[in-house]
T-cell receptor
């Protein structure tokens, strides 16, 4: 099993550009989520999905879109990049939501917006 | 307003001694608490958890203590080893929700 994979590892964007951060898991997990990590802020939930075709907003959803057309993939789209979106982005998955299911994180994507 | 707070950004402990990492929360609706460990250039990995119906959970060298009246939890690592040097995140969860709320993290350094 590859677990949770994220591409790219690093990305530099100019303000106003759009891009998609890819996330895939091969564990047949229903629950997937996106976090961003900023210094002094910990991990903040952007969007999450409890299954294919179902997504919902987290704490900081503005400026990001998601879709879940398959169980395996959960891409995060930046519509018009802003310097405030400079961060490290982590994708995570678990068998289901709730207490009993450990979340597995990908290695992260470091994004810089100039 | 941060619902989960880790007030110590960093901690340095001598190898073999006890490491104590602290975490406070403000929302009394949280009923499940977790600790994650993160190495540089890697994603966080789950370490240990505790339900609000317990006040202690132990797993090898790691023990988490929960004080609900004080809305405080702590992670004890005994004895501390060089491989424990990492950033530790405290997190909390509602009973019926999938969302996990993370603290800002504490960087633990184990010195020889």
């Amino acid at each position: 099993n590859a677990g949770v994979t994220q591409t790219p590892k690093f990305q530099v964007l100019k303000t106003g550009q759009s891009m998609t951060l890819q996330c895939a898991q091969d564990m047949n997990h229903e629950y997937m989520s996106w976090y961003r990590q900023d210094p002094g802020m910990g991990l903040r939930l952007i969007h999450y999905s409890v299954g294919a075709g179902i997504t919902d907003q987290g704490e900081v959803p503005n400026g990001y879109n998601v879709s879940r057309s398959t169980t395996e993939d959960f891409p995060l789209r930046l519509l018009s990049a802003a310097p405030s979106q400079t961060s490290v982005y982590f994708c995570a998955s678990s068998l289901a939501g709730g207490h009993s299911y450990e979340q597995y994180f990908g290695p992260g994507t470091r994004l810089t917006v100039t | 307003d941060q619902q989960v707070k880790q007030n110590s950004p960093s901690l340095s402990v001598q190898e073999g001694r006890i490491s104590i990492l602290n975490c406070d929360y403000t929302n009394s609706m949280f009923d499940y608490f977790l600790w994650y460990k993160k190495y540089p250039a890697e994603g966080p990995t789950f370490l240990i958890s505790i339900s609000s119906i317990k006040d202690k959970n132990e797993d090898g060298r790691f023990t988490v203590f929960l004080n609900k009246s004080a809305k405080h939890l702590s992670l004890h690592i005994v004895p501390s080893q060089p491989g424990d040097s990492a950033v530790y995140f405290c997190a909390a969860q509602y009973s019926s929700a999938s969302k996990i709320i993370f603290g800002s993290g504490t960087r633990l350094s184990i010195r020889p």
